[in-house]
């Protein structure tokens, strides 16, 4: 038996005296961090602890080619972040003056994005390995769609899909071609977020009897005039399967998402945010029964989405999930009233609640924050950067923190509540066979798919 090597004392120490100095300033930062945050000092230590699995930037020969499909707002965002990870190599837009201004603004050292019209030649570039998907809602599918069957991975914007149909299409699409598909639903790579739905999932409130979401109210305007299309936009392509209308400003950049045509007003819009984060904590396929009422009518010939509304879900378990809107929050997120009721998650169990947005975490007791969850407590899915998280499965093939099943079963809560504000019954869904069942089937099944216009239908991609 070969003998151990014992190390001299003197040696010992040192390593023990570094190890003080750097727990110190690892303690020290972890403060640092939990006031800046706000999130429980057990929470920052865990997380810094574990910082050696954190996203790493890729190499410069390990930068895949990035194409960005749809340059609007978000476009913008999701671009900037992509363009830490890969090279975007092209640019691709309904409307010339936003692909030409992308491809200036994502010009680097001299070398200009190529700029294409129609995304299904995007897919054919041999070169571009990831589609970014920051088309409106009504666009996404079909640009996903396109990109599994080109063998490209995917981060796409939330909500996945225009209707519960398209994700059964887009999950099994994903699947069959082995791609990566990651929605864009960030708030699952916030640390408060997951720390909220952590302490929900371990029963920190006892038995979760309620959550409620509030959702910034949507916008009543109206009626809008039409006007000519400006020139450089494609009007027919924009559309894509929804219905043809004249064009109006307010149907199309940015404000499509206050119509049914295209989206689903703020119940998909936010709702994709929040319910997911509800999703998330109740960690339930989906709602059994939906009921839903309006406070206001839609200006007629304005936005035809319900602006105030509240939606009503129960679970098989019996657990509820209550929506509100709240007007004091703009829908485009700046916050307009910090007195009033904010955009948000509470959850109520049988010993306390705990509230979350994007700004805060509070709980009805503070000890139900600070008091750390047992090592052997349920962990979730952790991602510090939603972006990176996407990168680093790209290489690795691994699941995203909201692959296309989550997407798809998130954007399914929404759409179940807009379906019950538009057609005002008591719903029962079926989340097995994904359809309605009972009484309003009928009338409500007939939302779950809508008739594509064509040529913008399956077969366009
Ligand atoms: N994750 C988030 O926090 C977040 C925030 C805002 C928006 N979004 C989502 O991002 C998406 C885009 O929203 P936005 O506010 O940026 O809208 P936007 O109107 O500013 O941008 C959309 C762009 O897509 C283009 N487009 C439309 N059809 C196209 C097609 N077939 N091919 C290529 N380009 C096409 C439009 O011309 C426009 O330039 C929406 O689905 C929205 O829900 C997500």
Redesign the pocket.
């Known amino acids: 038996m070969g003998s151990r090597k014992t190390r001299p004392e003197s040696t010992a120490k040192a390593p023990s005296t570094r190890f003080d100095i750097a727990r110190r300033a690892f303690l020290e930062r972890c403060g640092r961090l939990a006031a800046m945050t706000g999130l429980p000092l057990w929470f920052i230590e865990r997380q810094e602890a574990e910082a050696a699995q954190t996203t790493k930037l890729p190499t410069p020969n390990d930068r895949p080619g990035i194409a960005i499909?749809?340059?609007?707002?978000?476009?913008k965002g999701d671009a900037t972040n992509a363009s830490a990870f890969g090279d975007i190599l092209a640019v691709?837009?309904?409307?010339e003056g936003?692909a030409a201004a992308f491809a200036k603004d994502f010009t680097v050292e001299g070398k200009v994005p190529k700029i294409h019209h129609d995304?299904r030649q995007v897919m054919e570039r041999r070169d571009v390995h990831v589609i970014v998907n920051?088309?409106?809602?009504h666009?996404?599918t079909l640009?996903n769609l396109a990109a599994a069957k080109a063998r490209k991975d995917v981060y796409g914007?939330?909500?996945l899909t225009l209707t519960i149909d398209e994700g059964r299409h887009i999950v099994k699409a994903v699947r069959d071609h082995g791609i990566v598909l990651q929605t864009?639903?960030?708030q699952r790579s916030s640390q408060r977020f997951r720390l909220a739905c952590e302490l929900v999932r371990n029963g920190r409130l006892g038995k979760l009897q309620q959550a409620r979401v509030w959702l910034p109210a949507g916008l009543r305007e109206g009626p809008f005039k039409s006007v000519p299309v400006p020139a450089g936009?494609d009007w027919d392509?924009?559309q894509?399967q929804a219905l043809a209308a004249d064009y109006v400003t307010e149907r199309?950049?940015?404000m499509?998402?206050f119509w049914y045509e295209y989206?689903g007003g703020t119940m998909t819009?936010w709702g994709?945010?929040h319910n997911d984060i509800a999703y998330w904590a109740i960690g339930l396929l989906a709602p059994r029964d939906v009921t839903a009422q309006h406070f206001s009518e839609p200006v007629p010939g304005g936005y035809n989405t319900y602006a105030d509304y509240e939606v009503n879900y129960t679970y098989a378990n019996g657990i509820r999930l209550q929506i509100n809107t709240t007007k004091d929050d703009s829908i485009f997120g700046e916050r307009l009233n910090p007195q009033g009721q904010r955009n948000g998650i509470r959850f109520e169990g049988s010993e306390g609640w705990l509230w979350v947005n994007r700004d805060e975490i509070s709980a009805s007791d503070p000890d139900l924050l600070r008091t750390p969850l047992p090592a052997d407590a349920v962990r979730l899915y952790e991602s510090k950067s939603h972006m990176g998280n996407f990168f680093d499965c790209v290489r690795s093939r691994e699941l995203p923190i909201c692959d296309v099943e989550t997407g798809h079963r998130s954007a399914t809560m929404c759409h179940l509540g807009a379906i019950a504000l538009r057609t005002g019954r008591s719903l029962t869904w079926d989340s097995a066979e994904e359809r309605f069942v009972g009484e309003h089937a009928p009338e409500a099944n007939a939302h779950v798919v809508r008739e594509m216009r064509k040529p913008y239908d399956y077969s366009f991609v």
């Open positions: 499909v749809g340059c609007g707002g978000m476009g691709c837009d309904v409307d936003h995304f920051a088309t409106p809602d666009w996404h640009v914007e939330k909500p864009g639903t960030q936009l392509f924009w894509g199309c950049h940015r499509f998402r989206s819009d994709a945010h």
